[in-house]
């Protein structure tokens, strides 16, 4: 879906307070890793995650996403009854029921004439949420939509070191949990308008999506458990396979060539992935921040976080053509466009 009549009137992010080092982590888990024999540095060396970044204290989901969603409404200089749709896009979640969206939409008094609801897509939920609202926008059902991510990995990162601090925990597991511990928290919102009503703002033009949901069961949060059990070789090689594909449909329809686009907003994962990415793709390293090695994979909040970033430090400049690029868990992948 492509669109003429979106813009992004507001967009914030919130980085959680307390660094939690790999060093740190390495130290809990020696025990295990003398044990095992294991002398690779997986965390830093191979990963490039030093640290990543907590909360402190109790924080839920839904109180990140409202600490954001403020800021980004304060950025749109919009009023909360004009919102006509809030997505929340989080993993991380409150509650089974009622939806995250219902209880952020509440903190922020939004009107009775608001829809809200959760969206749940892996790493692509914040993309996805864009879309939804861009459609809703683009068709004039509403003029404001709301876009928010809270992610708290604090409980994953105490169960899954207690986990793998048993006396029997095996190098298989060690490995399959490990990504748990790149995982990191921070928050994130975005008011997209319809243009009319935000002159001069950043367009977003829409972008394309691909599947390849044959490999679903090649990562897996546990809900049950804060765990995720995640195989990063065969995530790579077929999320690598999906990003080709899925490239070439934003090359025909957003008329897409590397060179001329001005920064690559790249889902964080690690520097394995973000360097195989690059290479796969052309792309100019130059033209992407990355923010994994000092924050950790934030999931779905990953993408606007950067954006966010770049925008506060004036790296964004008028006419700007900036690529997003996603892949989540599931296999599923989507690459949009905003002008700036």
Known sequence: MLFQHVAIAGLAHVDAPRRLTSDEINARLKPTLDRLGIKVNVLQ?????????????????SDAATLAAVKALADAAVDTDRIGLLVNTSVSRDYLEPST???????????????NFDVAN???????GMDIAGRMIERGEI??????????????????????????????????EMATLTLGSGAAAMVLA????????PRYRGGVTRSA????????????????????????????????????????????????LDEFVIHQVSRAHTQAFLKAFGIDPKKVMT??????????????????????????????????????SGLNCSMAEVVW
């Open 291 to 328: 923010i994994f090695g000092e924050h950790g994979n934030i999931g779905p909040a990953s993408v606007p976080i950067v954006l966010s970033k770049l925008r506060e430090m004036g790296r964004l400049k008028k006419g700007n053509r900036v690529a997003l690029l996603g892949i989540g």
């Open 101 to 115: 969206a219902s209880i952020v939409a509440g903190n922020l008094r939004l009107g009775e004439n608001c829809q």
């Open 143 to 176: 003029d404001y939509a709301l876009v928010v991510d809270g992610e708290t990995a604090n409980l994953a990162y105490e169960k899954t070191i207690e986990r793998l601090s048993k006396a029997d925990v095996t190098e298989s597991q060690l490995r399959d």
């Open 194 to 201: 319809r243009a009319e009503l935000a002159p001069g703002a």
């Open 213 to 260: 949901t044959e490999w679903n069961q090649l990562c897996l949060g546990d809900l049950h458990h804060d765990r995720m059990v995640a195989d990063g070789r065969m995530l790579m090689i077929e999320g690598l396979k999906l990003g080709h594909k899925t490239f070439a449909a934003a090359k025909a329809a957003l008329g897409w060539a590397v060179e001329e």
């Open 122 to 128: 892996a790493c692509l939920a914040f993309l996805n």
């Open 45 to 61: 060396d191979v990963a490039g995650v030093h640290e990543r970044r907590l909360w402190d204290g109790e924080m839920r989901a």
